[in-house]
């Protein structure tokens, strides 16, 4: 039985290029570059990178890239946009709790909760980070975001839960505060104009359990950020009002 997040990426690779979050690209490479010492021709690891849109605009700069994903139809994309401008870029179908590189990558990313935190267990998206410290060189760096806890627990889960209607997603919505997961009906349309209703289930964090968990998976030092949509830096600090933390690892 197919996950949601699965039944979701089978046919959802242009709808996805369409969505608001996607609009920030080119900014979050810009803060990526700056962050590799703006050093051109990095090995960089996009992690869960969907329809490569990261990877796409980093190779357009210099970079040697790889991009992992578990949806056959999102690579597919990807490799057709990278045919069609020409460039080089290795994207191969994985799933992100199963891989390692061996230390062959200076940066790894994992952008808009890819992988991370959509997985049905916190030992799964452990196994993410594991995969991702053992595919660095010493002193790599990993750039990832992910869903901040702060920010239900400050608006009230009632009133966030509540809120998830505006966002595609149906009254049935529950914030488990034993769990810090979030479920919810989500219902869209596919590229196909299938209708789908996906019970998704997403892991939000808080600051404490991020550095926890990157300390605990080898990394030597991680800071949390505030996360804006094609604005990462490190001078934002992290508030109750930001929907995602911006993470940055060094190992």
Known sequence: MKQWYEELFLNYSEKYEKER??????????????EAGNRKGQKILDIACGTGRHSLELARRGHHVTGIDLSEAM???????AMDENLNIDFRIRDARNFNFNQAFDI????CEGAFPLMETDEMNYLILKNAY????????????TLNGLYPLFHSV???TNNGSDQGHTAENSFDLLTFRYHSLFETEDDAGKKLILNCNERYYVP????????SSGFRESEVCGCRL?????????STEDFE???IAIK
């Open 21 to 34: 979050f996607t609009a920030g690209t080119k900014g979050e490479v810009d803060f990526i570059e700056q």
């Open 75 to 81: 690579i597919d994309k990807a490799r057709s946009s």
């Open 108 to 111: 790894a990313i994992m952008i």
């Open 134 to 145: 053992s595919s660095l060189k010493p002193g790599g760096k990993f750039i990832f975001t």
């Open 158 to 160: 009632k009133d966030f």
């Open 208 to 215: 404490s359990e991020i550095t926890w968990l990157l300390k």
């Open 230 to 238: 094609g604005a990462f830096s490190r001078n934002d600090k992290l």
């Open 245 to 247: 933390m911006l993470v």
